[in-house]
C-alpha cells in the first residue's frame, strides 16, 4: 500500500469514528464532547482562559452550528452520528482542497521562475 492510499485510508477511519464525540460525554457522564467547549466552559475548565481564545472566540462562526447541516439538534443519535460523518467529510473535502490548490499554486510559480 502507498503512503498517499494510506493517507486516505486513515482520513476515512477518522470521518467513520468521528460520531464517537457524540457518545463519549453521555458514556463518561461529561456535558459536552471533549474540545468542543465554549470559552466560558474552558475557563471553568482550565481555571483561565488563553488571551488568544478571547480575542477569536467571536471571529469564526461555524458553518454547521452543532453539526446540525439545518436540521437542529433533533433526532437519534443515528442521525447526529451522520450529521458528524458528513460534517467530518465536508470539512475533509476543504481542506484537501484548498491544500491541494495552494500546492499546486506553489509548485507553478516555482516552475515559472526556473524558466
Known amino acids: 500500500m502507498t503512503k498517499f492510499k494510506r493517507l486516505w485510508l486513515i482520513l476515512g477511519i477518522l470521518i467513520f469514528l468521528s460520531p ?11 456535558e459536552t464532547p471533549w474540545g468542543e467547549w465554549s470559552p466560558e466552559k ?5 481555571g483561565f482562559l488563553p488571551e488568544g481564545v478571547r480575542k477569536l472566540s467571536d471571529f469564526w462562526k461555524p458553518f454547521f452550528s452543532n453539526y446540525s447541516l439545518g436540521a437542529g439538534q433533533t433526532g437519534s443519535y443515528l442521525s447526529s452520528g451522520f450529521r458528524y460523518m458528513l460534517s467530518a467529510l465536508l470539512g475533509a473535502v476543504l481542506v484537501t482542497g484548498v491544500s491541494f490548490l495552494v500546492a499546486k499554486i506553489v509548485i507553478s510559480k516555482r516552475e515559472r521562475k526556473r524558466e
Open 20 to 30: 464517537l464525540g457524540l457518545f463519549l460525554p453521555e458514556w463518561m457522564a461529561t
Open 42 to 46: 474552558l475557563e471553568e475548565l482550565v
